[in-house]
């Protein structure tokens, strides 16, 4: 598969090093040249630099032919933007995308994308250790 | 009517300042807590601190009862979001968005946006608007029903030329709303007869834009 990646932080990058070993062809976008650190020497991924709410950008990234658009940037509304730009303009077929705040989330899970909310996935798997806690000593 | 700003930087200071001098309820959520500071000393209490992405604040500046929300933030994807959350979660109405990159109006109306300003699109249609060889100028596109209005005018070798209007075989789904005569505004009639030198403000369907500005200005030189 073609999968577009826009992002190069701690998820991005670990995503596109996963993907290119399973033989995926994978461009990765990033507006800062040295978040392209995070991937090993020789990567054999396309790396581009700018802004991934930017149509030329993405182009030259490949959208028109990819199979799959990851949006991870640290920034809710620029993975919004660009997952929109994805899903409304060039029709990707899977277009995945993490928004922190938990509301948005499922505001934009309405309109039809798929998306990964940290906060709340977080939040129920410290919920869930916490309910399953048995305390040793019942006190009273 | 109700209206939320959001972002207050110039544009959001002086639209927020006119609206209010024009006799609108305002509200405006702006980020900065220094500048929050300054337009509550000017203002009162009708500014507020906040990101207007979240539905937190959104809430707290009254967005349910909000007729219209104006995003004009210096960040076209904040702008987009802002207007997407007005409009999904508190049922807004009316949506407007500044857009910063002139290649984003597209897709902000193709995203639901009612209406997108683009400063550099307006300053560039200013501009043509005072070039004599651009005849047939865009004035505004409107979401709703694709529509257009545009500013022609009328040339000497135009097909319509010393016509009464109802005898023009005019595109379907155009009407011309006004002519401007040697500086004088005419609200026409199906008599009033179209002269060279006309400018013609026209709502039209914005697919027969083409096909109107042949009929009024003339065939391509």
């Known amino acids: 598969m073609r999968i577009l990646i826009v992002g190069c932080g701690r998820v991005g990058s670990r995503l596109a090093i996963e993907f290119v070993a399973e033989g995926h062809r994978v461009s990765i976008v990033d507006q800062r040249q040295e978040a392209f650190r995070r991937l090993p020497d020789h990567f054999p991924g396309q790396l581009v630099l700018g802004t991934g709410i930017d149509e030329d950008v993405l182009r030259s990234a490949g959208i028109e032919s990819a199979d799959v658009f990851v949006a991870v940037t640290e920034d809710d509304n620029t993975n919004i933007m660009a997952a929109q730009i994805a899903q409304a303009i060039y029709q990707v077929p899977k277009v995945i995308l993490r928004i922190y705040d938990p509301e948005r989330a499922e505001v934009y899970r309405g309109l039809g994308l798929t998306v990964v909310c940290p906060t709340r996935t977080v939040a129920d798997m410290i919920e869930e250790q916490v309910r399953q806690h048995r305390p040793a000593r019942v006190s009273g | ?221």
Not at chain 2, 11 to 32: A, C, R, S
Not at chain 2, 37 to 64: C, K, S
Not at chain 2, 83 to 109: D, H, S, W
Request: hydrophobic share 45%; charged share 25%.
């Open chain 2, 1 to 221: 009517m109700y209206i939320i700003v959001v972002g207050g930087g110039k544009v959001g200071y002086y639209l927020t300042k006119t609206l209010v001098n024009e006799g609108y309820e305002v509200f405006l959520i702006e980020k900065n807590p220094a500048k929050v500071q300054v337009y509550r000393d000017r203002f009162g209490a009708i500014v507020m601190q906040g990101d207007g992405a979240e539905v937190a604040t959104l809430a707290a500046a009254g967005a349910g009862r909000a007729d219209v929300v104006i995003a004009v933030t210096g960040d076209d994807e904040d702008n987009l979001v802002i207007c997407q959350m007005a409009r999904e979660r508190f049922g807004v109405r009316r949506t407007i968005a500044r857009v910063n990159n002139p290649k984003n109006e597209e897709l902000f109306r193709k995203l639901g946006i009612d209406v997108t300003v683009s400063q550099t699109n307006v300053i560039l249609s200013i501009i043509e608007q005072q070039i004599p060889e651009r005849p047939f100028v865009h004035l505004m596109a409107l979401r709703h029903a694709d529509l257009a209005i545009v500013e022609a005018k009328v040339s000497q070798d135009s097909p319509v030329i010393h016509q009464p209007i109802w005898q023009i075989e005019l595109p379907p789904e155009v009407i011309i709303t006004a002519i401007l005569r040697h500086g004088e505004l005419i609200i026409p009639t199906g008599q009033t007869v179209i002269e060279p030198g006309d400018e013609l403000i026209v709502v039209t369907k914005q697919q027969r834009e083409a096909e109107l500005r042949e009929l009024l200005t003339g065939p391509p030189a």
